[in-house]
DNA sequence: TGCTCGTCAAGAGCGGTGCTCTCGTTTCTT
DNA sequence: AAGAAACGAGAGCACCGCTCTTGACGAGCA
């Protein structure tokens, strides 16, 4: 009975998927700013106006390109690490870097959209938040992986106790796992994207050529002072 | 002689002030993005096309307010940095950490700006590159003295040698410190300014609010982990 | 003193943008 | 078959960066 209403949505949910695909090719080859409702209409040999019973605005555009971009950028951080064997912490830490760092530098405007200076007057809408933390996610799991099969030292101190109210959204991703080692792990995080963010960004322009192993380098002594033995 | 023709410029130093001034006020309150010629013109009761005589372009003006912004981090750093005993190399490292932290804070947009995604079709210009430098000066002269007064360990290994060329930028920065000393320096760098980024594009919304101790305690990590004591 | 010439603000205009509204047409539902 | 919903096209609004021309003003020179 729905066959000829999902013919209608079929064509409309083509229509959309090919909207986005433009978008995104516009994306990558001018960047946020540069994305324009009008040309991607016009490549799709359709008026601006039409676009408009595809998407209400061109942040809500914006905002399907980004749910896509977390989605793309976990996907591929899931999919290194858990090709590495289990109870190789460091192994999977390191894919997991490699990969976040090769897809950035493959899609710079995606990873920009998503980690890059929020675009102004943009307001992130809540169903993006599930997407987002995919990476971190993955990034979790190999420290609580870790820390309950005792290869993370326990730390000498507990760290700062006023902290304790901060680490409750990390303690939901890392049960178990005590505030100490936690805040490493933020620390080995924040290490993590302030690299990929410099690289991506053009900081290291004339600076650094060999990237990749000066990278491997980085997350290397990362992972040692977060306790990751090897 | 020049009288006359220093009042004429002084006018025009002038008014290219009160461009940049409402130019950056803009900026502050709608981003990069926002920076509209006509807004400025129209809140200086100008025409558009006026301001074409003190910026051929939206681009060098942006240009200036970049550079605007270089050298009010780097002052802010430098003066944070030089308000300290010069032997306590932890607490210059932690105060240049909050100086960053601190202005990045106040001036998201600028700092987004010289930090952050790169304003897309946007090209430097290469006098740019001597203000840009100021900060990562200042924390090399904390590392490069730390060394020089034997604060800092010997580490142990001297890195991946395939690196040595990549180093050569930094070893200007800090003569006579050994490779892996800078390789560290450049961790903790990295380090700083991912959280910092962290912080200012919102990662950290609804996850940490008692930023400014979590900042510290990071930086104080990354101090230990250079080799910096206390 | 009068003239010339460079500097300047103003205005009109071009092509572009996001977005809204209306108007026929098509397609699905009942 | 009739009504409702979805759709594409078009015109139009206010804005943008940028260019070109025009006329006024003031400093330097004869």
Do not use: K
């Amino acid at each position: 009975m729905t066959a000829s209403r999902t013919a209608r949505e079929r064509v409309r949910a083509e229509l959309t998927r090919e909207i986005t695909g433009i978008a995104r090719r516009q994306l990558a080859t001018e960047g946020a700013g540069g994305l324009s409702l009008r040309a991607v209409a016009r490549e799709m040999g359709m008026v601006s106006s039409a676009i408009y019973r595809y998407f209400p605005s061109r942040d809500h555009l914006l905002t399907a390109l980004i749910v896509d971009g977390y989605n793309a950028l976990g996907e591929a951080v899931e999919q290194a690490e858990s090709a590495c064997p289990r109870h190789d912490f460091a192994g999977r830490w390191l894919a997991a870097c490699h990969a976040v760092r090769e897809w950035a530098v493959a899609h710079p405007h995606e990873y920009a959209l998503i980690y890059g200076s929020p675009v102004p007057g943009y307001q992130a809408p809540q169903d993006t938040i599930a997407a987002r933390v995919r990476d971190v996610a993955a990034y979790s799991r190999i420290v609580c992986d870790a820390w309950g099969s005792g290869a993370i030292a326990p730390p000498a101190n507990e760290g700062p106790e006023e902290l304790q109210p901060d680490a409750g959204s990390f303690r939901e991703l890392m049960p178990g796992v005590p505030d100490a080692v936690i805040w490493q792990a933020v620390a080995a995080w924040t290490a993590l994207y302030g690299w990929v963010n410099f690289e991506v960004f053009g900081q290291f322009n004339n600076v650094i050529e060999n990237r990749r192993t000066a990278f491997e380098h980085a997350m290397r002594h990362a992972a040692a002072t977060l306790g990751l033995a090897q």
